[in-house]
């Protein structure tokens, strides 16, 4: 007899928690199910590695962990004493973005002169059709105002990192994958708030100028920060080249914390100058000293910093939906079951639309998959960051940080399909070596 693996161990531990908690559910007691639920997931997080088709998911198990714990224990994740756990949100945020950014170059962007009209195409699907669906979802169906423009606000920030991944996974076109994700995240300061004013100003109050010093703070400087990171601990760019960077990267500091004058127009020049100052010495010094001192301790291992960057990045998205999801745990009590279906079909829509609208401009088809993905898939960790300084994170934020596990489950299972599908014009250009 064949001795089990860890991972196949996992799976029928997984298994057992599964139906213990089906008949704690069936015999009245579901309120009780909490432990044997988070087991289940726990389990099954090291149990989908057993196989190579669902291995990816096993960051997705470690979500759905994090949301159960927070469902059916949320006192332990919205404070501790004095402290709330949603001012949190932010530094993770930016942590992560910071993360984004050390794993990209600006060579990233060529891809806007080498595929302009894929781009395009990506850039204005995404900030078109998940933005217009959400607002249909919203007028179909009644919701509270505040929840109505979380589901608002996931489909008009830009899209998301795993998207490049699902791209990958797929057979996708990933520099075109890359590059639209990029564009889509450095318009996002004006595009997102101006989307969010327009459609979503109907549902809760929007400061246009508010939400763009916000998406700078929470996304473009820490991706400038991981920029400078990673130009000194690869240290593969010329000096010319760093310096056109490094000055570059100086003067989008200063133009982005003018924005600021205009948000607190009572702190002055001199509130300019302090902001300035704290802003270089954050994103503008700091990643390039700290650059420095590991690439001396690493020897510039690149494989080492990115496995890092990459655990604090789950670890970072992980606290997050757990923090969204415990404040808001009652108002999910109340419009969950509907709230997880329209987010599916948001998510969904986003993948067909996005797919069929590459197909209408005769795009080839690994170039279909990647808009498809690009479009579907929304950075909703901004959102949950936006939610935060719009209004109550308890309900604003709670379409954001159901988004996250489930787009994950529905791109990686699209990846998989894809997978085991070349494109043909992959199939064509192999045929003829």
């Known amino acids: 007899m064949k001795k089990l693996s860890f991972h196949q161990w996992a799976l029928v531990f997984a298994l057992l928690m599964l139906i213990i908690t089906l008949v704690m559910v069936i015999s009245g007691k ?19 590695k057993a196989f190579q088709a669902t291995k990816g998911l096993s960051f997705t198990m470690w979500m759905f962990t994090a949301v159960s714990a927070a469902m059916f224990f949320p006192q332990f994740f919205v404070s501790y004493g004095d402290f709330q756990f949603k001012k949190l949100i932010t530094p993770l945020l930016q942590i992560i973005m910071f993360g984004m950014g050390a794993q990209m170059s600006l060579n990233d962007f060529t891809g806007v002169i080498k595929m302009p009209k894929g781009v395009a195409i990506g850039v204005i699907a995404h900030y078109t059709i998940m933005p217009l669906m959400a607002f249909l979802i919203t007028f179909v169906f009644d919701f509270p105002p505040e929840i109505a423009a979380g589901i608002i606000l996931a489909g008009c920030v830009p899209s998301g990192l795993a998207s490049n991944v ?34 979503g100003g109907q549902f809760v109050a929007i400061n246009v100028w508010k939400m763009m010093l916000d998406i700078f703070e929470m996304m473009i400087l820490p991706i400038i920060a991981g920029f400078i990171f990673n130009l000194f601990y690869l240290n593969k760019e010329n000096n010319r080249s760093k310096t056109i960077q490094m000055i570059s990267y100086f003067i989008i500091i200063l ?38 001192a590991l690439r001396s301790a690493l020897k ?49 829509t986003g993948y067909t639309l996005g797919y069929l609208v590459a197909w209408a401009f005769k795009m080839p088809e690994q ?6 993905f690009e479009v579907g898939m929304p950075n909703a960790g901004l959102a949950s960051g936006l939610a935060m300084t719009i209004g109550n994170i308890a309900t604003v934020g709670l379409a954001p940080a159901v988004y996250g596990p489930l787009m994950n489950v529905t791109g990686s299972t699209l990846a998989s399909w894809w997978r085991t599908r070349i494109p043909g014009d992959v199939k064509t250009e192999s045929d003829k070596k």
């Open 166 to 199: 699902m791209s990958l996974l797929a057979n996708a076109n990933l520099a075109l994958a890359v590059t639209v994700g990029a564009t889509t995240t450095i318009i996002a300061p004006f595009v997102t708030p101006f989307l969010m004013k327009v459609i």
């Open 255 to 292: 133009l982005a914390n003018l924005i600021f004058i205009k948000v607190h127009p009572d702190t002055g020049f001199s509130g300019y100058i302090t902001k300035t100052e704290t802003s270089l010495g954050i994103f503008f010094l700091l990643p390039a000293i700290v650059a420095l």
């Open 300 to 348: 510039g291992d690149p494989k080492v910093i990115k496995k890092i960057l990459s655990l604090l990045s789950m670890f970072g998205i992980a606290i997050i939906v757990t923090v969204i999801t415990a404040a808001g745990r009652d108002s999910l009590m109340t419009v969950g079951a509907l709230l997880l279906i329209l987010v599916v079909v948001h998510n969904l």
């Open 367 to 372: 170039d279909r998959r990647t808009i498809a």
């Open 30 to 48: 579901g309120s009780n199910a909490g432990i044997f639920l988070i087991a289940f997931f726990i389990s099954l997080s090291y149990g989908v």
